[in-house]
């Protein structure tokens, strides 16, 4: 049929992996297309429950074919021990590919992604600490390894000396930390070459071909638009792109094969790691949407910063990626709030504005213009048609539809 991006619309954690995980049971492919470990999709099904940080949510579904594209980078020791837990708890992994040309997240990227926050002290970004960002600094330095290289051990073994040597510089020269012994990166990511190796594809081609038969590929998005190094809080950001044109360079196909681009926003907002977030609750409000909602980070346990819903960030990731449709998540989580917020505008050095400003210290400066509305104080999880929600859950909902148009 064709191929539909789900994006996630905020600051990321909006519940893709439960939407892909739906959307899946129908879907002949699901790619992941950007990002890498430091994403975290938490699945709940029928086998329990499966946290998942780089394998697409489709695994669990024996007629999907699953495909780590590109624009991803990829940790080989966290990708093999996801591979191990799913397969001792019964998942097939035969239809798992990984792209030749991701990129291959390295050990000095780990190292230097943990000196270079501790390095910037108060201004730290809050990464993942999972080395992603040095990962994608290096695909475009055009000092990366590719899955691809790992492929070929003499060729690997020749780039690998070459960046290590660099690599080994910084360490030692910048941070005066111990080098990396070459011999021992290589072999350990020779033996994780050969695990992988029966998984490794040219995967743009297999999306030709399902795209050719009409089938349904799910573009996989990880983090949110927010965190998009070119729109997103810039620096507090992630490196590479969760939008929906992400979508068709980290998958490898063409703009006008994406007919769907399915947002996926929380019913509030969450934020993990550091950078402006207008309608951050740092009270009893905030404490209780934690709480409740269990806004932890999948992938390093930190509390989520938790908020109202914010209509200038709605409307403005709604007009930088062309949304076909919203998926509305975690709307139970307001079932006890006598009164619900929505931001709709920033008040920023008197003037009131709709529009989200480019630049960080401008938005830190924002402060969120409210609108009220009332609460449905009732259990809604066990409804599952939309005329049976109570009139003012289905009131909130058509006002986020408003926002985002
Ligand atoms: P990095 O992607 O690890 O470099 O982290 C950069 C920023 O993106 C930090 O604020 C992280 O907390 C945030 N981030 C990265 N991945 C995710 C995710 O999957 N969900 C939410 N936030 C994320
Ligand atoms: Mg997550």
Not at 148 to 159: A, T
Not at 384 to 401: F, G, T, W
Request: neutral net charge; charged residues 25%; contains cysteine.
């Amino acid at each position: 049929m064709t191929a539909i991006a789900v994006v996630g619309a905020q600051w990321g954690d909006e519940g893709k992996g439960k939407i892909i995980d739906m959307l899946a049971e129908k879907a002949a492919v699901v790619v992941r297309y950007s990002g890498g470990d430091n994403a975290g999709h938490t699945v709940i099904n029928s086998r329990g429950e499966f946290k998942l940080h780089i394998i697409p949510s489709g695994i669990f579904y024996s007629h999907t074919t699953c495909i780590i594209g590109n624009g991803t980078v990829i940790n080989p020791a966290v990708l093999i021990g996801e591979m191990d837990n799913l397969s001792q708890r019964g998942v097939d992994l035969s239809r798992l590919y990984i792209s030749d040309r991701a990129h291959v997240i390295m050990p000095y990227h780990i190292l230097l992604d943990g000196l270079e926050e501790d390095k910037l002290g108060g201004n730290a970004l809050g990464t993942t600490r999972k080395g992603v960002g040095p990962a994608f600094t290096d695909k475009a330095a055009r000092l990366g390894i590719r899955v691809g290289d790992l492929m070929d051990k003499p060729g690997f073994l020749k780039r690998l000396n070459l960046v290590l040597e660099r690599k080994n510089q910084i360490l030692t020269k910048v941070y005066g930390v111990q080098p990396l012994v070459l011999e021992e990166v290589y072999q350990q990511y020779c033996r994780y070459a050969d695990r992988l190796a029966p998984h490794v594809r040219e995967t743009s081609e297999m999306l030709d071909s399902a795209l050719k038969k009409k089938e349904i590929v799910l573009l996989e998005g990880a983090q949110g638009v927010l965190l998009d190094p070119d729109f997103g809080t810039y620096p507090y950001t992630t490196s590479s792109s969760p939008m929906a044109a992400g979508a068709c360079l980290g998958a490898g196909i063409g703009p006008n094969q994406v007919r769907q681009v399915l947002a996926v926003f929380k019913a509030y907002c969450t934020r993990v790691g550091g950078g402006p977030m207008p309608t951050e609750l740092k009270d009893d409000i905030g404490e209780a949407i934690r709480q409740c909602a269990h806004e932890f980070g999948t992938t390093t346990g930190r509390p989520r910063r938790c908020g109202w819903f914010d209509g200038v960030v709605a409307r403005f990731s709604a007009r930088i990626n062309g949304y076909t449709g919203l998926a509305i998540t975690r709307l139970d989580v307001l079932d006890n709030f006598p009164k619900l917020k929505i931001c709709t505008a920033y008040h920023l050095d008197g003037k009131t504005i709709d529009e989200l400003p480019a630049r960080t210290e401008d938005l830190e400066r924002c402060q969120p213009a409210y609108e009220e509305m009332d609460g449905w104080m009732t259990p809604i999880s066990g409804i599952r048609q939309y005329s049976h929600l109570p009139v003012e859950a289905r009131r909130y909902i058509k006002r986020l539809e408003e926002l985002c148009n």
